[in-house]
């Protein structure tokens, strides 16, 4: 069993290795955030100039609508143009009336046309008493004491979670 003294000097020894991932995971960051102040006028300025060009060209097919009889559509530098018929949207006042006239009109084609849903709602669940989840056929599992390592800081721990998470020693070894 290790020492109080030999705890402390690991938890220092894995804390300081850590802020390097963090040092380094923040300046990455911050490399991002500049990259993106710098891009991000120019960009702005493109997708304006785009929806401007959209614009002028879906009003200029649209009073030429007779150049898209046959073909209905035409490609002009990788941007296909012209008329598509739209698959449309089904909508209904009230999906309660819908389900009732189903049942009604075609109670056997039910099944496929109502879906329904039923599973235990789990974070209702867990406010229910030992007695009633036993009741229901539930077990806590999962309980008791666990070992924690969780750094103070919270936002950059995010990132370097999911960093780690996400890589494996060997790759990161390996950079």
Known sequence: MASLAELEKLTREYSDVRNVVVK??????????A??????????????????????????????????????????????IGLQKRKGKLKWESKEQVIRLI????????????????KPVESSLKYLSDIKLKKLGISITDTGDAVIIKAADAEIDKLVN??????????LEAA
């Open 103 to 118: 049942k009604k009109y075609f109670p056997k084609q039910q099944d496929i046309l109502i879906q329904i849903t039923e």
């Open 162 to 171: 999911a960093y780690l998470r996400d890589n494996d020693i060997e790759e």
């Open 35 to 80: 990259c993106k102040r710098k891009h991000l006028a120019g960009i702005k300025r493109a997708v304006a100039a785009t929806i401007e060009k959209h614009s002028l060209l879906e009003v200029a097919v649209q009073a030429s609508l007779e150049i898209f009889v046959r073909p209905r559509t035409v490609i002009f530098h990788g941007v296909k």
């Open 24 to 33: 380094r995971m923040q300046a990455l960051e911050d490399e991002i955030a």
